[in-house]
């Protein structure tokens, strides 16, 4: 089992960014496609998986929507991975959720077409206004 906890949300105006984290804990050897799906708040819609990096060789994944502006990275060491989020806009508001897949499972290629993965944190609340 992991525990994804997920840190940094908030408030920013448009235009400005943020830095989310995400903390991973548990069996750490258990997974290799971790990354970022969001939901806007009472939004019907199905998550949207925004970004994706592979922990094994760091090959990554971007949505369109957020290609150019988004940056993942990750940090085994410390068993945590990152979203930088510049220039962003009043569209990217949403909670941000760490998903994670089991090793073999899911790979970041096919992040597009996947509704989510073995692991979910709790949610970040990213509100972009001004």
């Known amino acids: 089992q992991l525990q994804l906890v997920e840190s940094g949300g908030g408030l920013v105006q448009p235009g400005g960014s943020l830095r989310l984290s995400c903390e991973v804990s548990?069996?750490?050897?258990?997974?290799?496609?971790i990354g970022w799906f969001r939901q806007a708040p009472g939004s019907q819609h199905q998550h949207e998986g925004i970004?994706?990096?592979?922990?094994?060789?760091?090959?990554?994944y971007y949505a369109n929507s957020v290609k150019g502006r988004f940056t993942i990275s990750r940090d085994n060491a410390k068993n945590t991975v990152y979203l930088e989020m510049n220039n962003l806009k009043s569209e990217d508001t949403a909670d941000y959720y760490c998903v994670a897949g089991r090793a073999g499972n899911y790979h970041c290629s096919g992040f597009g077409s996947y509704a989510g993965m073995d692991y979910w944190g709790k949610g970040t609340l990213v509100t972009v206004s001004s």
């Open positions: 970004t994706c990096i592979m922990r094994s060789d760091g090959s990554t």
């Open positions: 548990g069996f750490t050897l258990d997974y290799d496609a």
